[in-house]
């Protein structure tokens, strides 16, 4: 009889303890997210400091400090390296207790950060980086991808210009994981819609020079130069092919991924009918122009937000609200991001649309031209809207897709 009660008293004091226990985990309402990206090279303007700017505005904006929340937000630069992305990475998880990990552009950044955070249990909140193997074979339950991808860029700017009869291409190519998907997945486009790709040629990234490359694209003769690069890869690439005549002589360019921080940097003069896809701009709407506004007022050169800086402020929105909804920080990045995929998302500068099993935000993109001088009308006033992408054709159909978190 003694056993038996105490076995019972013994029963119920676990009991009482693991009830303890539950409210206590559930009221820890602490969060670090770091933002790694390029700080100081040539894609500081698409993200750098203003992404730190833009997720911040995220934290704010959540509301989660104003209800005993504590959100810290770190920052650091990956030099467009690998092996330093993923070292800083470890570092702020193993010795700073990071949760989240957003930005990374640079694909092989991403995709390196991507396997870490798998291995840690984190989460990756890419923004940045383009290339859709994130949320296609290189998928894992703990990354997600919010604004834009080298499927998205091939469908809108790939597709318009061939169909507009520019059926022959020639690939300039930033010489790593993102300009090799995005190379890959825009010609896939050309000759399904009917072009051929004549060839192209590597570069390395954050080149100066590119006379030799642009000197085998007017030698292809084709119709259309695509620049299967970024920042201010694509810049000098612009503005050395103006030198050497190229869109004077009859071909055009395709600036396959171009951002309004690159518009401003050359100019209207130099970037008057680009045409492009983007998945956010400024003035789309008053939701974007007010935000943008608080936006400009905070950032370095009161830039106006570029759409992976946008995505960056969005993701962490939405990451946070996931939060919330779990009452807490489980630190187990799974479960935080299937609880994303389960919230429907909406925000201000994206509107609604699912995360899909994938990890791939479903949002329409656009297909925009650049303004000639006399058609702007103010500072940052660069745009016009082409046409407009449905969500469903912008990302990769689930049922093509080569991510093993898709049942088929």
């Not at 309402?29 to 100081?40: E, R």
């Not at 969500?391 to 159909?397: F, I, L, T, V």
Request: positive net charge; aromatic residues 8%; charged residues 20%.
């Amino acid at each position: 009889m003694t056993t038996r009660i105490a076995r019972r008293f013994a029963a119920s004091v676990a009991l009482a303890a693991l009830g303890l226990a539950t409210p206590a985990l559930a009221q820890d309402k602490t969060v670090k997210i770091g933002v790694l990206n390029d700080m100081s090279s040539l894609y500081a303007d698409i993200g750098g400091p203003n992404s730190v700017v833009a997720v911040k505005m995220a934290v704010e904006d959540s509301g989660l400090n104003k209800k005993g929340w504590k959100i810290e937000v770190v920052s650091g630069d990956h030099q467009n390296k690998p092996d330093v992305g993923v070292n800083l990475a470890r570092q702020w998880i193993d010795n700073d207790k990071v949760d989240a990990i957003a930005d990374t552009p640079n694909s092989g950044v991403a995709l390196a950060v991507s396997n870490l955070v798998k291995e840690k249990n984190k989460v990756l909140l890419n923004s940045g980086a383009a290339t859709a193997d994130l949320t296609g074979k290189a998928c894992t339950p703990n990354t997600i991808s919010f604004t834009y991808d080298t499927y998205m860029l091939a469908n809108g700017t790939g597709k318009a210009l061939t169909k507009a009869g520019g059926d022959t291409w020639f690939f300039l190519t930033a010489d790593y994981a993102f300009g090799h998907a995005l190379e890959r997945d825009t010609s896939a486009v050309v000759t399904a819609n009917g072009g051929k790709v004549l060839g192209g040629v590597k570069h390395p990234i954050n080149s100066s020079d590119f006379s030799s490359f642009l000197l085998q694209a007017q030698a292809s003769k084709a119709k259309v130069v695509g620049l299967a690069n970024a920042g201010g890869d694509t810049t000098n690439s612009i503005k050395q092919a103006a030198e050497f005549g190229i869109v004077a002589a009859g071909q055009k360019l395709a600036a396959l991924l171009l951002f309004i921080n690159d518009v401003h940097s050359l100019g209207l003069k130099t970037a008057q009918g680009l045409t492009f896809t983007e998945s956010f701009y400024w003035d789309l709407n008053d939701q974007t122009r007010a935000w943008s506004k608080r936006f400009s007022a905070q950032a370095s050169k009161n830039a106006m937000p570029s759409m992976t800086q946008a995505g960056n402020y969005a993701m962490v929105l939405h990451y946070l609200k996931a939060m919330e909804a779990l009452g807490g920080n489980p630190h187990d990045g799974a479960k935080v991001v299937a609880k994303m995929k389960e919230l429907p998302t909406d925000d201000p500068l994206f509107g609604k649309g699912p995360l899909r099993a994938d990890g791939r935000r479903l949002i329409p993109a656009y297909l925009f031209e650049v303004k000639k001088p006399e058609e702007s009308k103010g500072p940052w006033d660069y745009y016009k809207q082409i046409a407009t992408i449905s969500a469903e054709d912008a990302a990769k159909p689930l049922e093509a897709s080569e991510c093993p978190l898709v049942k088929k």
